[in-house]
């Protein structure tokens, strides 16, 4: 009775399956409606429009304005390499020069003029930024509002924590003593461990790899949030990764598994099993 009937991987494995590609349908639903409200689609053309601006000029000009300040200029097919004096440098140190003169300089005076009809770079700069937090926002956002739904609206709706994949393939969840999962775990489960910790957390690292320059160091936490989960899961006796810890919550068998209504109630029933089994052993 108060045995938890634990079920296979399979089909822990399927109706994972499942609500993984509910929640990255709903996800990407959610994106799309949030970028036509912030005009995303908008803000990530005046982006590459400014790009554009800048590549033309750095094309055209950036070579005979390099070498006429002393930098070496070379093209190459991934981007360009700027040295001075033999050690790389940057656009921006040739285009501090080149705003430094002025204009002075017949050999450099086109390539000001054009320099100044350019949107500045702190704009173009502050543009880039805006449009990786707007792409940051649409992500966390749609990801927040597909769990809020998948894995906590519809659980409560469902009953004993069950989700889409969970009702199709006969699971619930229940606390590890087989009391019926409760709303604070459910959220607990659903936002803190769920979203928080297995969902968000990787997704910022990987913003920060990508964008934010954290290098390695993000792929690194990345793999250890990664293998930490699929240990918990095959070394915990009742295979419970991050999210199930956080709750105090169990998988099991919904056919099979006797879920008491409250504590309470499994309280009552043990004491209750507890006199039979004195009982009987008196009888004997």
Known sequence: MFELRKIGIVKRASALLLDVILLAVLTT???FIISLICNYSHEEKLSGQYFEEWEDFRKEYVGGVA???GFTYEEKEDGYVIKKDGIESSLGAVMEKLDASNGEHPETAAAYAKFKSLTPVEKVNA??????SLLFM????GIFLAYAILEFVVPLFLKNGQTVGKKVFGICIVRADCVKISTLSLFARAFLGKFAIETMFPVLLVFLFIFGGLGILALVLLA???IMNTVLFFVTK???PIHDIIAYTVAVDMKLQMIFQSEEE???RKTLQHKQTVENSKNQ
């Open 138 to 141: 649409m992500v966390s956002l």
């Open 67 to 69: 070498d006429y300040y």
């Open 127 to 132: 543009q880039y930024k805006y449009v990786y």
């Open 238 to 240: 009742n295979k419970t």
């Open 266 to 268: 499994m309280l009552e």
């Open 224 to 226: 250890a949030i990664l």
């Open 29 to 31: 639903g959610f994106m």
